[in-house]
């Protein structure tokens, strides 16, 4: 079950700023991939795990669970994962200039909310003010993975950061998919979820140019 919060709610307007990359991270040179809506951090801790060469950043709106999340790690010996709590709007945009320009390689959004009455979309998390913020923390030639097993929130995502000047759709060559943020494909419990109900999933990659 999906639990909703409403982003646009004034208890979200202030958020606890990022400390420095460097004071978060055992070695903060390495890429960075954001997961934004992050959960219960499962997927994320299980990529920091199995993926040394990158550091990974959560981003979620329900505090609950970022605490959760945090209590996983009290006993785990991983150096290359953080969780943040807050709008993933607001607290992108307060990175914006503090983090080394070529430092983020990539972004997820993973099974998002739907908000599924068209009153509420203006609640999803992909907006064209988020996307645009995200192109300013971005590296160069960074990607944004999307993934949704809701088709018209998936056609949503698709039309809003297709709109983007910023982004164009791509297909990861073999290459490259070893050297991501996920290099052996990894999936969320979500997307175990879906595939155990033999269920289609919508995804797409996008690159910044």
Not at 5 to 19: C, G
Not at 83 to 93: D, R, S, T, V
Not at 121 to 147: C, E, N, T, V, W
Request: include cysteine; aromatic fraction near 12%.
């Amino acid at each position: 079950m999906r639990q909703h919060v409403n982003p646009l709610s004034k208890v979200f307007n202030d958020i606890e700023p990022l400390p420095p990359l460097k004071d978060i991270f055992e070695d903060y040179t390495k890429p960075l991939h954001l997961d934004i809506g992050c959960g219960s951090g499962n997927f994320l801790i299980n990529l920091a795990h199995h993926n040394k060469n990158w550091n990974y950043l959560g981003l979620e709106i329900r505090e609950k669970l970022v605490n959760k999340s945090k209590l996983k790690l009290k006993d785990e010996s991983i150096d290359n994962i953080f969780f943040a709590f807050g709008n993933a709007e607001y607290l992108i945009e307060d990175c914006i200039g503090k983090f080394p320009a070529d430092i983020v390689s990539s972004v997820s959004f993973n099974f998002p909310d739907p908000w599924f009455k068209k009153k509420h979309y203006k609640r999803r998390i992909i907006q064209p003010q988020l996307i645009h913020k995200i192109s300013q923390l971005m590296a160069d030639g960074g990607f944004i993975s999307i993934k949704s097993d809701v088709e018209e929130l998936f056609e949503y995502m698709d039309m809003t950061i297709s709109k983007s000047k910023c982004f164009i759709t791509y297909n990861y060559k073999d290459s490259e998919i070893r050297n991501s943020y996920n290099p052996i494909k990894l999936k969320t419990n979500r997307e175990n979820y879906v595939i155990g109900n033999k269920l289609r999933i919508f995804e797409k990659l996008y690159k910044k140019i």
